[in-house]
Structure formats: structure tokens, C-alpha cells
């Protein structure tokens, strides 16, 4: 086999070792949350039979390590478990799979991030191999200072003021992002217009002055040198000689950003009143909805592992020294 | 064909002509000249040696000639006038259109200067694809030829490799062929051997001078390399400073140079110290293996220091000559075998070794740049050792450095000063007055010469033997560099792949009969005599 599938597969191995030990993380950080469902739900007024009563319908009465097993033993075989709300003492149960109620937030969640990524990616690309083209030029010099500007404004306040200009100044895109499975990709599209607006100038600057970075690290390289006194022009030198040496560094703060996209948007979804995944853990970490928030957090842990074992795989394909050893 | 004739011709044969060429770089905050003022002329086919120090310009002049100034330098004045083209006046774009086809470059590093995420046959023909000279195909097939003739094993095949994938020497034919895809008018080789082995050397300079005569190239060959660029060169250019010292043909240079500067640069070589057997053996290896991890490096090896002298270990790289110095000082324990020092065993692990043990056995590196703190001053390096070894303070100890400053021809103005603050000679001078600082009864050099010039190595070695004749300290001398080895070693150990091929003293180990390796190995040695390598290659063919 080749070595860089073992690799992969090391890889692999170590991203569910890594996974397993959030896991134990998680679990023992909502453990440690103040209150719990019960309290929560009955309120302060419930006697504390009804509270025992509720607490061991829902397992909670059961030592932590034993529930720890449990729960993860049930995501493995697929099953996130059910919601703690919905369920009431009164006896009628019209609780939710926890899949149930993570799939439709999720799907929205990656729609947003998608159509960012797609957008944000390329353009934070093309912005970091052109200014470093022309670097210390103008262009590269109000680039730099553009997107310096644009990550240093918080998310929200990036929001507000595109709410302003683009939903109430000019009618151009609504300010409210609510979607629904009915509508269709043009009309939800134009829902989420703002959003990615908002994520892409938050996330573009991080990746496009690392690509800058990378790229320009490499000028001074003999072999750049090299190129230049072999005739090749400054788009070839970019392009040709530098950018198959950039791609492990380029990789990595890619991914560091599409993960951003998943687990980090709350902000964002809340202002634009968005139904993704970070504004239903927000609620479910309120309501002490533990295996939502568990899930959640399981499905973000999980989001960042996968991403960054993409970039380093392709830190290992575009590097011929570790795909072709000697 | 009359006087006037040969005049015209030679006029018309004229390649390249560079006139009154000034160049600066910027440091410091200001521009400083680099080149003052050089005339160079080139003929069709000629080979012209550029020789001199570092900083003398060399590499600087050679790039001129392309017209090309590296970043952060320009130029000021002069012409450089190729095929009649002044390519001063041509914009960028222009220029670069002769650039890798009309004249091409090869450069020092071939490890650093290939591109490690593309294939050699792609670079190689990357040039002559992009003015598309011919058909990408053709060009391809072409590179084989190049590779063939250049004596690359696997003609056919070893342009799919990596970079990473073949050794440095062959790395650096590729890269000539790669300058000679395009047929360029004119190479500038810019010390496309220094980096090689001696072993490896001879083969590379025989490759390019069989190729540049096949086709006719005229030639920049740019060397610190007095020997090599004898092989090479029609002309010889000496320069210093950035300016232009002397040039004569190369037979006329070597016998006769004119100006002192460049009898300096050639007597270098004729230092030799006369050889002393001693029997009192300071230091002993005896029987040693080790290894890195699971590659074996040592494989059992003999060596015996004599207390006052000098043994020199030569081999090429990788042949395990620093590595043992490693397992003398204790940096890499051995797995076999046993140290002696003074007829003590010595605790293969360094935290084993007591205070005094570690004392009697000093270092010295090659790169003096990176074997200093670069924040401390000459006074705390040299006065640390001091109070380590010693426990020496206050007045005693300023004495002492000054003591030592002396020892090593500097005075009391060094003392304030940082390691960026100092020329390589001078580095290298306070690394051995750290050394001495100990009152070693040994002393490693792991090739503390390699990384400087000539006649800054000749300082450096007579410094070295002096101290040995006042303090009667014993060298193990690491090298590669057989000219040092006849200026410095009473006794010489030969090495190859992780074994001593032989041990003794230097006459008998530099006159004849020797071993197979020794005698590979001495025959590479470049000697001043212009018809060295003509000969060496016609004797060895006829040896075959």
C-alpha cells in the first residue's frame, strides 16, 4: 500500500481518538452546568418527589460514568438520543429524536456555509495570489487594508450596517433570513444574501493574507530565483513555482475557516433570525436540553477533525516528498 | 589570413561586453557599491573564470551579465552589451526573453535551486517550452539526449524524479542540462561545485566541460576554487572589492600572476606543516558502532590520537566523520565499543561525563555563525568557559580573556562587541579562544575551515598550529579538504561509509600504494596544473 494511505489511515485513527476524548470532555462540561432539566421545566415551586420522578424518567438519576457509556455507546451505533423537552410530568410524551431535531438545523447551517465558502474561498484566493503579484503596490496595499478593516468590525455590527444599506436604504435584499424546506434555491438565495455577505468579509482577510504570506515566504526561495533567471514572468513565478509549494499552508487556514462557518455563526444566525445549528444549541444550552447540546457539540467537534484532516492530507498529496519518498 | 582580418574576426566574435559596470545594494539603510567600475569581455566559446573572496562581487558580476541584480541591489552605470543588445536599456520583458534561452544560469545549490514540487524534465525544459524553440515533445526527447551525454544514470527515466529523489550530484547535472535545453549563447555557472564532494566534483566539472565544448557555449565560470577554475577556464578574471584585480589567460595567471593580491590567493596552498609521530595516545576510539536510530553510521572504528599532534579525518559526506566527534564528546552514545581518554574509559552518555572529563575535550564547529549566542558579547562567550571550568572571576577573569584575546592576535577592543559585529575569520578565532578558554588537552575541529576563504584559512591554520606548538594540544581534525589536511595533520585517518579504510601517518598515507577509496579519493583533488583533469579522465579511462 502506498505510504501516504497509511498515513491517512494513522490519520484517521487518531481523528476518533481525538473525537472520543471531546466526547468525555463534553459530556463532563454539561455535567457540570448549573440546575438541571428538571429544575429547569417545574420550576422553583415543584415538590421534590416530582423532580426525583422526572429526574429518573429521564435518567439522570443514574451515576454520571454509567450515562457517560450509555450516551456514547448510543452514538455510535447512530442514535443522538431523544430531547429532554417536550416531555412533560404530566405524562403525555411529545418529545423529539434528537436527530429529528439537529437534521433540518444542520441542513440550513451547511447551506449557509456552503454558498459562503463557495464565494469566500475562491475570492480570498485569487485576492492573496494577486496582491502578492503586485505586492506594495497600491492595489495590494488597499486589499490589505480593506479586509484588515473588515475583520477588525465585530460580525454583528458588519450585519447591522449591511441590514441598513442593503434591506432598508435600498430594498435590494431582506433583512430576515428566515427559511423554509418550501421554498425554492432562488428565493432562498436571495434570503440569505446578507448572511454570506456578512461571513465572507469576516472570513476572506484571515485567508487571503495567509495565502499572501505563503506566497511571498516562498519568493526568496533559490529556486524562485531560479525561475526568474530561466524567464519565467512574475504570473508564472506565482502560479508555477510558488503556489504547488503553498497549498499545505493555504489548506490549513481554509479549513480553519469553513469550520468557523459551522460552529461559529451564532452571532450572525441571531441577527439575521437564521435557523441553524449554533442559535439551537444556544437555546438548548439554556433550556438545559443536554443531548441537543451534547450532540452539537459532538457534530462541531467532529466538523473541525474531518477539516483539518483534509488540509493535512492535502499538505501530504501536494508535497512530493512525502508522495513520492526516495 | 592577414593581421587585419584576425582583428575584424575577433571583433564580430565578441559575445558579451560589459562596460564600466557599477552596481549597489542597500543595507544598512544606504546603498553601498558591490561592483566599482568592471569591464569584462567575452568571446564566442571562451570560458572565463571569475575568481576572488566572498564579497569580492563574483556572483553579483556573473547575474550582470545576464542583466539581472538580485533584489535589494541596482545598478548605476555601464552597459552590458550581448550579441550587440545593451540589455540595460531592454524593459524587463524584453530582457527576460533571453533569460534561461539566450543566456542561461546555474546555480551554487542545485538542492535548493530545483523547484521541489515539479518533475527535473519538466524544469529542464521549462525555458525552451515557453519560446517554444521547438515541439514540447522534441524538447523532451532532447533532455534525454542532455542527460545521456551529461552521464546521468537512467537517461531515460530520471527526468520523472523529484528533486528530493537523486543525489546532489546529479542534481547539479540536470541542472546544466537544463541551462543547456534552450542552446543558450552563453552559461553563467555560479560555483556549481562547491558544494560537492571532491569524489563527486571531478565527475560534475568533467560532464560540463565535455557539454559547453560539444556545443560551443561560452562560459562565466565563477569559483573560489583556484584548482577547479584552472580545469575550466580560457581566461581568468581575479576580483576584490568589486574591482577587477588582474586578468590574463589561464596558463599566464597561474605561472605568472602580476599583482601580490593574486600570488597571496595561490601560495595558500603551498602551507604544510612537517609531520611528528607520537606514541603517548591522549585519546582512543576503539572498536566503535553507532547509529541514528536504526541506521547504522559507524560500523566499528579504529582511531588513536597522539598527545601534541594532529590526526585528520577525511572522507566524504556521509562517510561518518562527524559523527564520530558526536560520540567522543558524548552527544551520541555509542552502541558498541569504547572511548578512552588518557587511558580512561569515557561515560558514554554526556550527563555521565564528570565536569573535568567534559573540560578536557573542546569543539569547535564549522559554522562559527551558529555555534555562538548572537546576543551575547565576545567577553561573555569567552569568559563563560571560564568561570564553568575554572571559577574564575572579576579581575582574574578579565585578565584571562584578555590572556586569550592575545592568543588569538585580538585585543581588548573585541570585547564589547556581538558575534553579527565580526568577519567569519574572527568568529571562528573567538570560537577557538572559547575552546582554549578551557585548557582542553583536545580539541575537535569538525571542518572549522570549510566555510571560509583561502587566505583567511591560512590565518586560521597557523593559528592553529602555533597554539599547538605553545600548549601542546592534540587536534582531531575533521575535514574534507585535502589541502588543509597537508597544511595541519601529523597523522591521517581515511574513512568511508562508516568505516576506516586506513590510519596513519601523513607521508605514508598521501605516497602511494593506496587502498582503492584513498586512491579515488586523493586523484580527485584538483591540482593547479590547467591539464589536471584531461589527464586524470585520459588515466583513469585507460585504467578501466
Known sequence: ?326 | MSIDNTQEDSQQDILLDMRNIRIEGFSDEQWHPIIKGVDLTLKRGQIMGLIGESGAGKSTLGLAAMGFARPGCRFTEGEVNFNGTDLLKLKEVERRKYWGTKIAYVAQSAAAAFNPAQRLIDQTIESANRMQLRPEAQSREDAVDLYKSLHLPDPGTIGERYPHQVSGGQLQRVMTAMAMSARPDLIIFDEPTTALDVTTQVEVLASMREIVEQHNTAAIYITHDLAVVAQMADVIKVLRYGEEVEQAQTRTMLTEPKEAYTRSLWSVRSLEKPEEAGDDIVLSMQDIHAAYGAVPVLQGININLPRGKTVAVVGESGSGKSTAARVITGLLPQSQGEVKFNGEVLPSQLKDRTPEQLRQIQMIYQMADTAMNPRQTVEKIIGRPLELYHNLSGAKKAARIDELLNMIELDESFLDRLPGELSGGQKQRICIARALAANPDVIICDEVTSALDQIVQEGILKLLLRLQQEFGISYLFITHDIATVKAISDEIVVMYQGKVVEQGLKSEILSPPHPEYTELLLSSVPDMDPDWLTNLLDSRVSSD
Open chain 1, 1 to 326: 500500500m502506498h505510504p501516504v494511505f497509511i498515513t491517512i489511515i494513522k490519520r484517521l485513527g487518531l481523528g476518533l481518538v481525538t473525537l472520543f476524548v471531546v466526547s468525555a470532555i463534553i459530556f463532563s462540561s454539561v455535567s457540570l452546568l448549573p440546575g438541571d432539566f428538571g429544575e429547569a421545566v417545574l420550576g422553583q415551586a415543584a415538590t421534590e418527589e416530582t423532580v426525583a420522578a422526572f429526574r429518573e424518567e429521564l435518567g439522570l438519576d443514574k451515576p454520571a460514568v454509567q450515562r457517560y457509556f450509555e450516551w456514547a455507546g448510543a452514538i455510535l451505533k447512530g442514535d443522538l438520543g431523544t430531547s429532554f423537552s417536550g416531555r412533560s410530568a404530566s405524562g403525555v410524551d411529545r418529545s423529539r429524536s434528537v436527530a429529528g431535531m439537529i437534521a433540518p438545523r444542520l441542513k440550513n447551517t451547511l447551506f449557509l456555509a456552503g454558498v459562503t465558502a463557495v464565494i469566500a474561498v475562491p475570492l480570498a484566493i485569487i485576492l492573496g495570489l494577486s496582491t502578492a503579484l503586485y505586492r506594495n503596490s497600491w492595489y495590494d496595499r488597499s486589499i490589505n487594508a480593506t479586509t484588515l478593516t473588515t475583520i477588525s468590525i465585530p460580525d454583528f455590527f458588519i450585519a447591522y450596517l449591511l441590514i441598513l444599506v442593503f434591506a432598508s436604504l435600498w430594498k435590494v435584499f431582506p433583512s430576515l433570513s428566515t427559511v423554509d424546506p418550501s421554498m425554492l434555491l432562488g428565493e432562498r438565495l436571495s434570503r440569505i444574501a446578507l448572511p454570506t455577505i456578512t461571513l465572507t468579509l469576516v472570513i476572506v482577510a484571515h485567508m487571503m493574507r495567509m495565502t499572501r504570506a505563503a506566497i511571498i515566504g516562498l519568493l526568496a526561495s533559490p529556486y524562485i530565483e531560479m525561475a526568474r533567471l530561466k524567464g519565467a514572468s512574475r504570473s508564472e513565478i506565482i502560479l508555477k513555482h510558488a503556489l504547488p509549494n503553498a497549498w499545505a499552508p493555504i489548506a490549513t487556514v481554509v479549513a480553519f475557516n469553513l469550520a468557523f462557518l459551522v460552529v461559529g455563526v451564532v452571532v450572525v444566525e441571531v441577527v439575521f433570525v437564521y435557523p441553524g445549528i449554533g442559535q439551537l444549541m444556544v437555546d438548548s444550552v439554556t433550556s438545559r436540553d443536554i443531548p441537543v447540546v451534547q450532540a452539537c457539540a459532538m457534530i462541531f467537534a467532529g466538523t473541525y477533525i474531518l477539516l483539518n484532516l483534509i488540509a493535512d492530507v492535502i499538505g501530504i498529496v501536494t508535497n512530493p516528498r512525502l508522495l513520492h519518498p526516495r
